[in-house]
């Protein structure tokens, strides 16, 4: 009887270890999480959209073709999108071609969905979408290159493999072409790509 | 062999509890770092890398993009000032006034994070920048399925509702004193029969 109470208690003590195991393995080891989310929706350094959930599917959704990702809570009064990326190689540069006439801010995620760094179009140089992620030493090599002149704003990240989002708002229904152009003309390269010009 | 036996039950009651509050926790721990406001609830650390274990992994599991601390906060409301939760067929009146924030939208979803679309041509959110103030700054919000004058945001259909208020390039995302804001009020005005 003395025995099966000690195996009980030992049997307490393991589930205090195994609770604690779990809640911390759970960030790496969860198969829904934004980064696999993201995964479905497209290629690494492909932009992708984020698209708000309906509570009626079929009754408004017009596009069905665009890919649609199940991200819960993304507010409709934004235009939303994202890419995957890796620092394995080098560093990635995200930048957008046009300028937003509207609040726009973006974030840097690790795959466990940590939020690393955040902006918005007040902290930004001149307002310009244009930032350089990378580790420590891809920062330190770029800015010895002399790679991050102008509006480029370095971002060093512990991480190797991450996403960033990019939110812009639309404020009145007829400024949505333009903020769905801003959008579309954000691209994340790989810093490879950028060598190879 | 009764040796062998102790220890498959130290082992399965191990794995067992272990595995089942690991599970209740990451349910139940949605209150562990967050800043009530009256009925407007947000977590401020969620997402970022020092935040508690529990809300790490609850977020795992959810997989939301959670705003940065340069981009905004999100407060969300289940209930109502009165502590009544939130209906789909209910109506609302939000009035008071906000921390200063650049933008702020004001959402209504189901409680798994689906939009609540309302008829098209109704408004299905609100954007700071076109509501109608008061002289004061403050601004008076009708919530419902029926039209209302002044600002208005429509809803539609039945069951449970989360409103979420964010706000965007705020100073209240930076650590100090979330605690100490005034958010607007949230009161029900009545319910649709049936």
């Known amino acids: ?37 993201l995964a479905d929706l497209g290629e690494p350094y492909a932009l992708v959209r984020v ?19 199940d991200f819960a809570f993304v507010d409709p009064a934004f235009i939303t999108a994202g890419c995957r990326f890796s620092l394995e190689r080098g560093p990635v540069r995200i930048y957008a071609r046009e300028r937003n006439i509207t609040f726009w801010s973006a974030s840097i995620y ?3 969905g940590d939020n690393l760094y955040s902006i918005n179009d007040r902290a930004a140089i001149d307002g310009i ?23 480029r704003i370095p971002v060093e990240v512990e991480t190797v493999e991450g996403y960033m ?17 801003f959008i579309q003309s954000v691209q994340c390269e790989a810093a490879e790509e950028l060598a190879g010009r | 062999m009764r040796f062998t036996i102790l220890v498959i039950i130290a082992v399965a009651t191990a794995l067992y509890l272990g595995g089942w509050t ?73 009035e008071g006034t906000t921390p200063p924030a650049r933008v702020f939208t004001l ?21 700071s920048n076109n509501l109608m103030r008061e002289e004061d ?36 995302s930076s650590a100090s004193g979330a605690a100490s804001l005034r958010l607007p009020s949230l009161v029900r005005k009545g319910c649709l029969d049936g």
């Open chain 2, 137 to 172: 700054n403050s601004f008076a919000i009708a919530v419902g399925p029926r039209a209302r004058a002044g600002n208005w945001l429509a809803t539609q259909g039945e069951g449970p509702l989360v409103l979420t208020l964010s706000l965007y390039d705020t100073p209240v």
């Open chain 1, 129 to 151: 979408v244009d930032l350089l992620v990378g580790t420590r030493d891809q920062i330190v090599d770029a800015e010895a290159e002399n790679e991050t002149g102008g509006s």
């Open chain 2, 107 to 127: 959402v209504p979803f189901t409680p798994d994070g689906r939009l609540v679309r309302p008829p098209s041509g109704q408004p299905g959110w609100l954007t």
């Open chain 1, 165 to 181: 989002t990019i939110r812009a708002l639309v404020d009145e229904e007829s400024k949505r072409p333009f903020v769905d152009s």
């Open chain 1, 110 to 112: 690790n795959r466990q």
């Open chain 1, 1 to 37: 009887m003395g025995k099966l109470v000690l195996s009980l208690l030992i049997g307490l003590v393991g589930a205090g270890l195994v609770h604690i195991a779990v809640i911390f393995a759970m960030p790496s080891v969860a198969e829904r999480n934004a980064w696999s989310r």
């Open chain 2, 22 to 94: 690991a599970a209740w926790a990451v349910r139940e721990s949605s209150e562990i770092g967050t800043v009530s406001v009256g009925a407007w609830v947000a977590n401020p650390f969620a997402g970022a890398p020092d935040a508690d274990p529990y809300s790490k992994a609850r977020l795992a599991k959810v997989g939301n993009l959670t705003l940065g601390i340069g981009e905004g906060v999100l407060f969300r409301a289940e209930e109502d000032d009165n502590g009544q939760p939130l209906r789909r067929e209910c109506s609302y009146l939000i």
């Open chain 1, 51 to 69: 698209q708000p959930l309906e509570s009626e599917p079929g009754t408004v959704s017009a596009s069905t073709d665009a890919p649609v990702g």
